[in-house]
């Protein structure tokens, strides 16, 4: 047996693993490890404290509320201009309609500091 029998032989086990492994375990999320992901199960995990300009801006606009919920669900977190070195770690996530800035300050006190763009009213 030479080289490329040995080889197509690994392949045809590996792929036949692979398709055993996804019927046994046809509902389990295979990226959930990513940094992204873990990130936004971290924000939904844990009570979400808010700061006094984001209250101020949700007793503005009563229907802020289901945007932000919709942005912690569907958001995508940016790591490039997100703060991850320092304490408390500062995190931007985006969905399409807006922007959320989150600080965490240790792995259960998660804090959103700012909601970009802001209803207009007078919010300091």
């Known amino acids: 047996m030479n080289f490329w029998q040995r080889l197509l032989r690994y392949f045809i086990g590996v792929t036949i693993g692979c ?3 996804f019927m046994i375990f046809p509902t389990r999320d295979w990226l959930s490890w990513t940094p992204s992901k873990a990130l936004m199960r971290q924000i939904n995990q844990f009570p979400l404290q808010l ?16 945007h932000i919920t ?4 569907f958001g995508k977190p940016d790591f490039s201009r997100s703060e991850t070195k ?10 399409d309609r807006m922007e959320l ?7 259960s006190v998660i804090t959103l500091v700012a909601l970009t ?8």
Request: charged share 20%; proline share 10%; hydrophobic share 35%.
């Open 19 to 21: 398709v055993v492994v």
């Open 51 to 66: 700061s006094d300009p984001v209250k101020c801006q949700l007793k503005c606009d009563r229907a802020l509320s289901a």
């Open 70 to 73: 919709r942005a912690q669900v």
């Open 86 to 95: 320092n304490l408390p770690k500062r995190y931007i996530v985006n969905d």
């Open 101 to 107: 800035t989150y600080t965490i300050q240790s792995d």
């Open 117 to 124: 763009p802001s209803p207009l009213c007078a919010c300091p």
